[in-house]
């Protein structure tokens, strides 16, 4: 079946303008993260959304970032005023809930802030 | 907090060498052990996992055995190819709340023919 999904697969912007990064989780799994790799942080994660619950948003490292998850599907990302800093690979992953934990990882966007 | 330390790479055998991955964990509770593997230019792909204590997990002759004594969860293969060079993340979901995973840092593995 069909995996993760992200888009766009690379995006290159200036410094100070907001960008959007999509994801498509696999279909049926309730659970939906974002994680960031970058070369100095590892992976990190980002925000954590399941089901209608609240997202958890304890991992997002400022208020320029923000999420939402639409119909308990598609997700986006929101960066905006972008800093060279932010430049990095931005991982979607879901999960089928309940008592399985693995997740699975969409392909990733990688973000050039210039 | 939960923490994953790998050992330090990178790695770099010659094909049909063996190979062991270290990778020891802090945790409460209970986590999940994951191996993560990223092949160049790919994403994160799910290489295996064990959910309790003495579970091995095993997939294209890789295998780490979850050891709650040690918190460990070394990854093994007995012979690797040129094909299994990539970057390897030992990773844990606690069984709480939100489930994420805290990886280790990867270890970049490059098998020479």
């Known amino acids: ?114 | 907090g939960n923490s994953v330390t790998q050992m330090e790479g990178p790695v770099t055998l010659s094909e049909e060498a063996f190979l062991t991955i270290n990778c020891t964990y802090t945790a409460t509770g209970y986590p999940s052990l994951f191996w993560y593997v990223q092949y160049p230019g790919e994403g994160l792909q799910l290489l295996l996992k064990a959910t309790k204590a003495d579970d091995k997990g095993s997939n294209k002759g890789f295998e780490a055995t979850y050891r709650k004594e040690t918190t460990s969860f070394h990854l093994e293969k007995g012979s690797v190819q040129v094909s299994d060079s990539a970057v390897y993340f030992c990773a844990l979901s606690d069984t709480g709340a939100n489930s994420k995973l805290t990886f280790g840092k990867g270890i970049t593995l490059s098998v020479r023919p």
Do not use: M
Request: aromatic share 10%; hydrophobic share 25%; net charge neutral.
């Open chain 1, 1 to 114: 079946g069909a995996g993760v999904s992200q888009s766009p697969s690379n995006k290159v912007t200036e410094k100070g303008k907001d960008v959007e990064l999509r994801c498509d989780p696999i279909s049926g799994h309730t659970a939906l993260y974002w994680y960031r790799q970058s070369l100095g942080q590892g992976l990190e994660f980002l925000i954590y959304f399941q089901g209608n619950s609240a997202p958890d948003k304890s991992g997002l490292p400022s208020d320029r970032f923000s999420a939402e998850r639409t119909g308990g599907s598609v997700s986006t990302l929101t960066i905006q005023r972008t800093q060279q800093e932010d430049s990095a690979v931005y991982l979607c992953a879901s999960r089928p809930g309940g008592s399985s934990y693995e997740q699975y990882f969409g392909p990733g966007t990688r973000l050039t802030v210039t």
